[in-house]
């Protein structure tokens, strides 16, 4: 890969993938509540996020002249919200991102394999194309692929924590079917 953002979001990926391959399938699909998501529920976010982010991007650059130029403010929206991120703040989803259905760890594996060899391919377009907002997020306007990998790291970072905290707790309360 040649975009070191994309280099350390693919060793980020294959180190998660690493750490929760050999949870079981109830401790993959293990939640605290009913409102709350499993670990398989959060990848499926954050791969749907991504697939989302990264299909619309090919998409748009398919006709670089209707490109946007990414805004001062959409630029300081996007610090805002990546710093937010970065707390252990809980954000609604929105409807397209949340988990539909419980998918199976080897299913999300191959979907987030699949995506990224998408990422991959739009980091090859023209750098002149990946400056332009390529990606239209939802609260922060039109990002560039820089700012798209940048909010990918914080999204990720987010949902890390999670991850970790339900990996702990099925570590401690050895996870069979429901908590002791």
């Known amino acids: 890969m040649k975009d070191s953002k994309i280099a350390t979001l693919e060793a980020q990926r294959i180190s998660l993938l690493h750490k929760i391959e050999s949870l079981t399938d109830e401790q993959f699909n293990f939640s605290i509540s009913e409102n709350s998501w499993s670990i398989g529920e959060i990848l499926d976010h954050i791969i749907t996020s991504e697939e989302l982010s990264v299909n619309y991007a090919l998409k748009k650059v398919q006709d670089p002249s209707l490109l946007h130029s990414v805004s001062i403010s959409g630029k300081l929206k996007l610090i805002v919200m990546n710093a937010l991120l970065g707390f252990n703040l809980k954000f609604k989803a929105s409807e397209m991102t949340s988990p539909k259905k419980k998918t199976s760890f080897t299913e999300l594996k191959n979907r987030w394999e699949d995506c990224r060899a998408n990422l991959e391919s739009l980091s090859s377009k023209a750098p002149d194309v990946l400056e332009k907002g390529i990606m239209k997020h939802p609260r922060t306007g039109y990002l560039n692929l820089s700012q798209l990998l940048d ?16 990996v702990e707790l099925g570590n401690e309360t050895k996870i069979e079917g429901s908590v002791a």
């Open 151 to 166: 909010f990918f790291s914080s999204h990720y970072a987010h949902h890390l924590k999670q991850i970790n905290g339900l």
